[in-house]
């Protein structure tokens, strides 16, 4: 027996060790490279007050939305920690992993945020980033980058320095979803766009898009679409992504995110915590595959109902790339049936998990749950392989993850990481 098969009660051991050898690519979050300053999110302030903790709060405390809005970041925090971790133990997904970071710095994870504010104020910046990705197990992340966000886009316009360990992405919302509250925005910037889409619109939104291009080098564009998101249709989404955004991707040999299934500002009082998810009608998503086969798609869906047909779908289009357990889906008994049903029927050919991360040490928590549910879940696949008849060896286990979490999206993306 070659050296290297490993005997049935080490594979679960196996696996730990190279889930935890293995430094991933998150291949999408919404955190900043340093030089693009404050709208990076990061420290203690910042994690408790993540939307989704926001979104866990007003079903504990009676302090209304409009009124929490009102309190400064730090009042914020503290009526959340108050309420969701003292009050309350903290065992949902979201407040759980706050503990984790807690934890991971060796923070106290009860009684007050004084220790862990002082710990968060002492840090610089840059090398915290590259102690967080350590202790995360990433070598680097994807950002979400808005060419139209009054925040952002003067930083890229005024040369924010590149980062190795951050990728650019082109997010596309303002232009596909929200036209006309953002045309205005183009036109001020000197392309000749109507808000009917008239005239030369589309070889002016293509032009911003290749200037885009040239100037964050993204490795993928991305757009979230609604539920309800439909193609063919007769609509000026349909017409930017088939005149503008898929051949300007095309033309750079990257990949379309599309992240569909959002249900938006269900809740309008609760602001970024107000989405909502709804089933996709993912015929939409085939003909777009179909269409446009010299296109790469990586697709994230919001709905736990349109996983199991994303799996059917990824088997019949290899421009397709399944990623994600996304947003709603990102708990373990969620991800746990979406991976299994993946493994199933895709074998190690999909990217299991991004993070979302929107604060910068969210990532520790976030990777650390999903080595801890993937876990067990690859061990059976390779238990089940080797019960069949085909023994398991360390290098099966390396590839394979290697494979999962950086070689499918280098492959996906054309380039090497
Ligand atoms: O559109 C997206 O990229 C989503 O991930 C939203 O940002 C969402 O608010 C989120 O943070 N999900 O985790
Ligand atoms: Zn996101």
Wanted: aromatic fraction near 10%.
């Amino acid at each position: 027996m070659p050296s290297s098969v490993i005997p049935s009660d080490q594979i679960r051991a196996a696996v730990e060790r190279e889930l935890n050898a293995i430094p991933f690519i998150d291949i999408h979050t919404h955190l900043f490279m340093p030089s693009l300053g404050s709208i990076g999110l990061w420290g203690i302030d910042e994690l408790i007050t993540y939307h989704y903790l926001e979104a866990e709060l007003f079903r504990s405390h009676d302090i209304q939305p409009a009124a929490y809005f009102e309190l400064s970041k730090r009042a914020k925090a503290d009526l959340i920690w108050q309420t969701l971790f003292v009050e309350n133990a903290p065992l949902s997904e979201a407040t759980r992993g706050v503990v984790a970071v807690l934890n991971a710095f060796g923070l106290p994870t009860s009684g007050d945020l004084k220790d862990a504010r002082e710990f968060f104020a002492g840090r610089e910046l840059r090398s915290h980033i590259k102690d967080v990705f350590r202790m995360a197990g990433i070598s680097e992340v994807v950002m979400t980058n808005d060419p139209l966000d009054p925040d952002e886009a003067p930083l890229w316009e005024a040369g924010a320095e590149g980062d190795s360990q951050f990728h650019a992405v082109l997010r596309l919302d303002r232009i596909l979803n929200k036209w006309e509250q953002n045309w205005q925005t183009l036109e001020q910037k000197g392309f000749a766009v109507a808000a009917d889409g008239s005239g030369k619109t589309m070889s002016e939104v293509r032009r911003f898009l290749e200037e885009w291009s040239a100037r964050m080098d993204p490795v993928y564009m991305a757009v979230s679409l609604p539920d309800t998101f439909a193609y063919p249709e007769d609509s000026l989404r349909v017409r930017f992504l088939r005149e503008c955004v898929l051949p300007v991707c095309r033309e750079r040999g990257i990949p379309l995110s599309v992240m569909i299934g959002v249900r938006y500002l269900v809740n309008p009082e609760l602001r970024l915590a107000g989405d909502g998810a709804g089933k996709a009608d993912l015929r939409a998503l085939e003909r777009l595959c179909v269409d446009f086969p010299e296109n790469r798609f990586l697709t994230s869906l919001l709905s736990r109902e349109n996983q199991h047909e994303l799996c059917v779908y990824a088997r019949k289009f290899a421009n397709l790339m399944p990623f994600g357990c996304w947003w709603f889906l990102n708990n373990p008994s969620v991800v746990e049936e979406m991976t299994r049903e993946r493994l199933e029927m895709l074998g190690t050919s999909f990217i299991p998990q991004h993070s979302d991360a929107r604060v910068l040490e969210q990532v520790i928590y976030k990777w650390r749950n999903t080595r801890r549910t993937l876990t067990p879940i690859l061990a059976n696949s390779y238990q089940l392989m080797s019960e069949d008849g085909r023994p398991v060896t360390q290098e099966d286990i390396r590839h394979d993850i290697t494979r999962m979490f950086r070689g499918n999206f280098e492959t996906f993306t054309r380039r090497k990481f």
